[in-house]
Each structure stands twice: as structure tokens, then as C-alpha cells.
């Protein structure tokens, strides 16, 4: 079989693949580039005080290097409810720091608090703490410029950045063995502006969430990859270094995350993955209570959790409206705290994420979260065939059912990661590369073979059927 290739479909042939090389280079540099962002917040943001150089140099390299991958074009859409909702989310972020009358605020906020608030003149900030605000505006703002700087990647790049995420987890474990192998306890200062009390994280906790949700795409690499024998010794050393955390309730949750993850991960039916995640829910509340419970019993029944949460609550009552500012918790729940639970200790976050943006954005807030769940349920039935997305969604569900009794999102660390998680479950590469199957044909060329691309489903070129023809 013979074919004729006219001088003008050549060279528009050829400009396809100098543009197809130049978007795989692009690709190329754009991975790495994300990826090192990834990795250093692995390293060095594990803290959770503010004000730290640590998540500066986390923030502006996230910011720089999306600025990066936004300045080249993209083959791929950013979905716009995601958009949307990151759009409002600094919107409410600006409406906190915003000058705004008096008379207004006065109406809706308890006296006790408009003095942290005031300006110069007849106008007060809804903020009572603008500069911890814009604060956490920043670095909110740096993790939704690295969620949007992946979503513009190609799916197979997001999936090459797993590796950078592995390193990172790599190095916290390896610092964690150390760790443990030394002493039952051990503080290492001086390294880093916080002290590092497990893997490379201030709070064991934290350390104990970044393996967790580690381990469903430990699970995914050694199931679906072909790497069975080095899934399975990533997957005990994590049990392990779980174990040797000291957190009884993380090692319940990183069986139940591992079995979740197996059978959620092959299962292919929607009726089968909707009764699977139905059960991983009902185990990871169970164990998150488990959790809860141990340490309130470890540190004082009295003084726990369940007492952060009603003094939040009743903060949330008087400034439901409102908020009264994001990064203010803890200027403005001692106000709310009971003269009895007063201690030389203090409370720095209610260790329930959603009670404390309630508290600290008000209604809006509140709907945002409720946008934001209504999302990933929806996206739910998306991605059910594609295991590397289900990995991501169960990790994702991990940290937000864990944010039930903690703050693991207050990291740097954990933030980009549950960014680069969201990523990967609103990325619209995957649905697409299984609906858009390449339709090529063999045609025979001069006695050699070439394989041409037909139908209307080929997104792009394919590179072999790109030569030259004299």
C-alpha cells in the first residue's frame, strides 16, 4: 500500500512534532520543578507555630514555581468549580482585612471583642488579628497556587511526581528510626526554627498522618505497578514507624487504612467502592475516637479535647456571623475559657479543623467546607476506575477525618500534600486518557511501516507517525 503526504500537510506535520517535543520538555521541567517544591515541604515544614522562615521558603518557592508552570501554555483546563472555590476562599480571606463601619460589626460581634479589632476613625477590621490573617492568607494562597500549578500538569507528570512524595516520606522515616532507636523520647533543636519531636514534624501526630496517608499509594505502587515485594516492605515500615510513634490509635489506623486500601483500590463496581469507603468511614471515625480518647486519658479527662471543643463552640455562637479572623484561635478563645480550665498551660488550636475555621471565618467558612465535601463526594463517582485517583481520594478522606481531632493541615508539610492530593483527584487527564483511545493504523511506506493516527478521538499526534518522507 502506497500513500502520498502533500508538502503542506508535512510541514504542519512537522510543526506538531516540534510543538509535541517542546510540550514533553516543558512537561519534564515543570515535574521537577513541582516536585522539589513538594519535597522541601516534606523537609523542612513540619512545624506548626507561625511566623517560621521554614514555611516562607515553603510559600515562595510554591508561589515561584507555579508562576513557572503558568507562564507556558497547557493542554489541560483547570475544572472551574475548583476555581470558583478557591476564588471565594480568598475573597473571604480579603473581606477579614478589609476596612469596614463600625455601626456594622458592633451589631454582630460581642463588645469584649471589638477593641481587637478597631481602626483609626468610625471603622474596625472583621479580623481582630489582621497581620496573623494575612498571614495564613499567604499561606493559603501558596498551596492553591501549587494545586492549580499541578492541575495544568499532564496526568502521567502528576503521577511522576509520587516519587518526589516518597522521598519525602523516606527521609521522615528514616529520621524517625533514628530518632527511636536512640532514646523512647528524643527533641532534636537548633536544626530547624521548631523542635522536632518525631520523623521531621514538631508534633508526633502530624508525623504519624504523613504515614497514613502514605499508605494507600504504597499500596497503589505495589498492586497496580508491579512492585509487589518493595510495596510490601514500604507498607510494614510504615506500620512500624507508626508503632514506634507511640501512637496506639495511628497503628489501628494504618491497618484499617491498609485493608481499606486493597479492597478499595481493585474494586471496579460502584455499588462495591461505595460499601467499601462507607466502611472505611465508619473505621476511621472509630479509630480517630480511639485516638481521642487514649489521649485524653494520657494528658487529663478534664482537659481535653472535648472541653476545646465546647469553649469553641461557644465562641461560634457569638461570632457566627463574622468570625472573628483567620489565625486569631488563640487570641480569642481564652476569652471563652472557663476560670477553672485556666492553666500555665495554653490552648493554641481547638484540635477539631473544622470547629476552628468556624470559629475564625464565620458562616462563610462554614459554607465553603460544605461546598468543598459536596465536590469531593460528586468527584467520587468520576474516578472510581482509576486506582491512582483512588489513592489519592482515600488519603485525602484520611486528613479530613483525622482534622476531626487534630490540625495536621496547619503544616506546610501536610498542606501541600493534601494540595497535590486535591490534584490528583479533580485532574480531568485521567478520564480523559481512558476515554480517548489512540486509533492508528499500519500503512506501509516504501516498504517500511508506519503507524497514522485516525478518528476524531486522538488529542494529539503520535510521534511515530511523524517521519520524513523524501
Known amino acids: 500500500m502506497a500513500i502520498s503526504i502533500s508538502r503542506d500537510a508535512f510541514d504542519a506535520q512537522a510543526d506538531d512534532r516540534e510543538n509535541f517535543i517542546l510540550s514533553e520538555r516543558q512537561s519534564e521541567w515543570d515535574k521537577y520543578v513541582l516536585g522539589s517544591v513538594l519535597f522541601i515541604a516534606l523537609l523542612i515544614g513540619g512545624g506548626t507555630a507561625s511566623g517560621l522562615y521554614t514555611d516562607t521558603l515553603i510559600e515562595i518557592a510554591a508561589i515561584v514555581a507555579a508562576a513557572s508552570v503558568f507562564s507556558r501554555a497547557s493542554m489541560h483546563t483547570i475544572p472551574r468549580a475548583a476555581l470558583w472555590l478557591l476564588f471565594f476562599t480568598v475573597a473571604l480571606f480579603v473581606f477579614q482585612v478589609i476596612p469596614m463601619p463600625s455601626s456594622v460589626l458592633d451589631r454582630v460581634r460581642p463588645p469584649v471583642l471589638l477593641g481587637g479589632s478597631s481602626l483609626v476613625g468610625p471603622t474596625r477590621f472583621v479580623s481582630v488579628g489582621v497581620g496573623r490573617t494575612i498571614e495564613c492568607m499567604i499561606f493559603v494562597i501558596a498551596a492553591a497556587a501549587f494545586f492549580l500549578a499541578c492541575l495544568r500538569l499532564r496526568s502521567e507528570q502528576l503521577v511522576a511526581l509520587l516519587p518526589f512524595f516518597f522521598t519525602g516520606v523516606i527521609c521522615n522515616g528514616l529520621a524517625g528510626a533514628i530518632q527511636y532507636s536512640l532514646s523512647d523520647n528524643i527533641a532534636i533543636e537548633g536544626l530547624f526554627p521548631f523542635t522536632i519531636n518525631a520523623g521531621l514534624f514538631a508534633n508526633r501526630n502530624h508525623f504519624s498522618a504523613l504515614l497514613f496517608i502514605s499508605i494507600p499509594f504504597v499500596v497503589y505502587y505495589g498492586l497496580f505497578r508491579g512492585n509487589l515485594v518493595s510495596g510490601s516492605l514500604g507498607l510494614v515500615a510504615l506500620l512500624l514507624l507508626l508503632l514506634a510513634a507511640g501512637s496506639r490509635a495511628g497503628v489501628l489506623i494504618g491497618l484499617a487504612i491498609t485493608a481499606i486500601s486493597i479492597f478499595f483500590l481493585s474494586s471496579r463496581s460502584k455499588v462495591s467502592g461505595l460499601g467499601i469507603f462507607a466502611l472505611f468511614a465508619a473505621l476511621s471515625l472509630y ?163 508506519l503507524f497514522v493516527p485516525i478518528g476524531a478521538s486522538q488529542s494529539r499526534p503520535h510521534p511515530r507517525a511523524h517521519k520524513q518522507i523524501g
Open 287 to 449: 479509630t480517630i475516637g480511639a485516638w481521642a480518647t487514649i489521649e485524653a486519658k494520657e494528658v487529663d479527662p478534664a482537659f481535653g479535647r472535648g472541653e476545646f471543643a465546647r469553649t469553641t463552640i461557644e465562641g461560634i455562637k457569638e461570632n457566627w456571623i463574622t468570625g472573628i479572623g483567620f489565625g486569631n484561635f488563640q487570641k480569642a478563645y481564652q476569652i471563652y475559657e472557663r476560670p477553672e480550665m485556666i492553666f500555665s498551660a495554653f490552648v493554641n488550636h481547638a484540635h477539631n479543623e473544622y470547629l476552628e475555621i468556624a470559629f475564625e471565618g464565620g458562616i462563610l467558612a462554614v459554607a465553603l467546607m460544605a461546598i468543598y465535601m459536596i465536590f469531593l463526594i460528586f468527584i467520587f463517582y468520576r474516578i472510581r476506575f482509576d486506582a491512582f485517583q483512588k489513592a489519592a481520594f482515600l488519603s485525602v478522606s484520611f486528613l479530613l477525618i483525622h482534622s476531626l481531632v487534630d490540625y495536621p493541615l496547619r503544616t506546610a508539610a501536610l498542606l501541600m500534600t493534601f494540595a497535590y492530593m486535591n490534584a490528583i483527584v479533580f485532574h480531568r487527564g485521567f478520564t480523559e486518557r481512558r476515554s480517548q483511545r489512540p486509533d492508528l493504523i499500519e500503512v506501509d511506506h516504501n516498504g517500511e511501516k
